[in-house]
């Protein structure tokens, strides 16, 4: 079993940052992808950002240059730093992490319960 707790979350005013963490939990030996999705009232879930075991990167277009997704491998952590907030940024983020590797058992596709970013003035 695989859990991803996410933190960082809240309220900020448009130009503001905001620091997302997940940590996932468990026996884990190696997780391959790990990234963060988002969700608006109304639209279907998107990506944000990944990065692989290896720190190769792919962002969405919509916050390239705004955006950093990075992550501590032997923490099982992966971080997004979101800079110069703007309301539609506005969301649910969820963290995901892929072929996350528990002893001989490889889980696919792991997901986060979610955390609500808000940008508004």
């Known amino acids: 079993q695989v859990q991803l707790v996410e933190s960082g979350g809240g309220l900020v005013q448009p130009g503001g940052s905001l620091r997302l963490s997940c940590a996932a939990s468990g026996s884990i030996f190696s997780i391959n992808v790990m990234g963060w999705y988002r969700q608006a009232p109304g639209k279907q879930r998107e990506l944000v950002a990944a990065i692989t075991g290896s720190g190769k990167t792919n962002y969405a277009d919509s916050v390239k240059g705004r955006f950093t997704i990075s992550r501590d491998n032997a923490k099982n952590t992966v971080y997004l730093q979101m800079n110069s907030l703007k309301p539609e940024d506005t969301a649910v983020y969820y963290c995901?992490?892929?072929?996350?590797?528990?002893?001989?058992?490889?889980?696919?596709?792991?997901w986060g319960q979610g955390t609500q970013v808000t940008v508004s003035s």
């Open positions: 995901n992490a892929d072929q996350v590797r528990v002893g001989v058992t490889i889980f696919f596709d792991s």
